[in-house]
């Protein structure tokens, strides 16, 4: 029997739910984690946290549907967007995960607009600079901790820290990436003019794969920790609200979905590039 495991990394909890191929549900488990905001405005998460409940969550499942691991195929990994995760070169992180409803970054949004440019800031990114977004956590991180910014050598989102942490693999998707404020929407691939105009090496950001690529596997000491097989497979995988519109079968041109949940979100579906040049909606791969 060839079954699938699905893990989501939210705002407030991890989820984990094994299926059979067909669909079916076979086992869940939540864990919850807390939220810090040491100041008016901030909101950070640790991602130590969200690997042991994802951990934790693993075991529930395999425990409660006693399966064979090695029944395992593949492994998808949705999560929240935007979150910054900075790593050292021993693949520590540096400090607590500045996360998407984090608001402290105004002022470096604002200097990317002037510096860069609002009108080619949208052209290539689909967006305009958001405080929710990563870039200006970035530049936030490398203004008010810069010791922190020199010791950095990765760049993860939140879910992609999890990847990490299962398959020893640095890597990203499209879906995701796109909120990053550093990815060529277009062209579904790191911005080298956009790097290169924020000063950010590109080589702290992993491989950007699409979705359902095969990203790696499970790594020794992954399997030693949740239990799973070092054979089992971890695709890319999708942010959060592109997870979510392929599980409501929102594939379709004008197909489109809203959830209300730690944010809202209404989403749409399109075959083809749209972009608002007045960066009022937001485009993601």
Not at 38 to 64: F, K, M, S
Request: proline content about 4%; hydrophobic content about 40%; charged content about 20%.
């Amino acid at each position: 029997m060839g079954c699938i495991l699905g893990i989501d990394l939210g705002t407030s909890g991890t989820k984990t739910v094994l299926f059979e191929a067909t669909g079916k549900q076979l086992a869940a488990a939540t864990r919850e984690y807390l939220l810090y905001q040491p100041h008016n405005g901030w909101a950070e998460q640790h991602p130590e946290d969200w690997y042991q409940a994802a951990r934790d969550t693993i075991r529930e499942v395999l425990a409660t549907s006693k399966i064979n691991p090695e029944d395992i195929r593949g492994i998808g990994i949705s999560g929240q967007m935007h979150g910054l995760v900075m790593l050292d070169e021993h693949g520590q992180v540096l400090r607590p995960c500045i996360i998407w409803a984090d608001q402290r970054t105004a002022e470096e949004c604002a200097w990317v607009e002037e510096t860069f440019g609002r009108e080619r800031l949208i052209d290539i990114t689909c967006n305009p600079a958001l405080t929710g977004f990563t870039l200006g956590k970035i530049l936030w991180v490398k203004k008010h901790e810069p010791d922190i910014y020199a010791k950095c050598r990765h760049i993860l989102l939140p879910k992609d820290y999890l990847r990490y942490r299962l398959t020893g693999e640095f890597a990203t998707e499209v879906s995701d990436a796109s909120g990053m404020q550093l990815l060529d929407v277009p062209n579904r691939a790191w911005s080298q003019e956009l790097l290169a105009a924020m000063d950010i090496n590109p080589d702290w950001l992993g491989k950007v794969y699409e979705s359902p690529d095969i990203t790696g596997y499970i790594s020794e000491s992954a399997a030693r920790d949740t239990g799973l097989s070092t054979r089992t497979a971890v695709v890319g995988g999708a942010g959060d609200n592109a997870a979510a519109a392929v599980g409501t079968g929102v594939v379709r041109e004008g197909a489109a979905f809203t959830t209300i949940g730690t944010s809202g979100v209404l989403f749409a579906h399109t075959d083809n590039l749209r972009l608002d040049p007045g960066g009022r909606a937001h485009t993601f791969c």
